[in-house]
């Protein structure tokens, strides 16, 4: 049998079929998942990291608030025996006022109410710049020791407040400070 003319005539020619937009969806849905994938692995790594810093500056800040706390607590005790009556634990008050004073947790206002306190604890006839102790035959020799020595630790916790509120100290004040008293 011969072929009939008509099939032999036609070609047949593949022609390829325009792909439907849901087929080109579904073709890029792979790389759409690693895409997301990534952006959530970034945000998370991004949170985790804020996360991590907040608590850091939470941390600290409580640390520096409890430490604050601290200060104020021995300073609270230090000042109770500046304004003792017995002249020993008011220079040993004063002398703890000055070493709290130089640290650097006590801020300005605080230094200001130590230099407030210094100043109280001097009796209101005293003038501790200009006159010595007033030797006074009434009291024994410790009882004047004492008393020097609590001059002597006013006159200390005076000089560190000086400096750090960025004051002049009469030179005056400074030889008391540096005087040693037994």
């Known amino acids: 049998m011969t ?7 036609s070609t047949v020619v593949a022609q390829p079929a325009s792909a439907q937009w849901w087929e080109i969806v579904a073709a890029l849905g792979p790389l759409a998942i690693l895409f997301a994938a990534v952006a959530a692995a970034v945000i998370g790594l991004l949170t985790l990291r804020q996360k991590a810093q907040a608590d850091a500056f939470a941390l600290a800040q409580k640390s520096d608030a409890d430490s604050r706390s601290e200060w104020w607590r021995r300073t609270q005790w230090a000042m109770d025996r500046a304004l003792d009556s017995d002249a020993d634990v008011k220079a040993l008050g ?3 006022l000055s070493v709290l004073s130089q640290s650097e947790l006590a801020r300005d206002e605080e230094l200001r109410l130590l230099d407030v306190a210094w100043k109280s604890v001097i009796a209101k006839d005293e003038d501790v710049e200009i006159r010595p ?10 009882a004047v020791a004492s008393d020097q020595r609590a001059r002597a630790a006013a006159a200390k916790l005076r000089v560190a407040l000086d400096r750090r509120l960025g004051r002049q100290t009469p030179k005056s004040m400074e030889d008391l400070a540096e005087e040693v008293v037994p």
């Open 133 to 142: 102790a007033k030797p006074n035959t009434a009291k024994s020799a410790s």
């Open 3 to 9: 072929p009939s003319p008509s099939i032999a005539a």
């Open 94 to 96: 004063l002398s703890a």
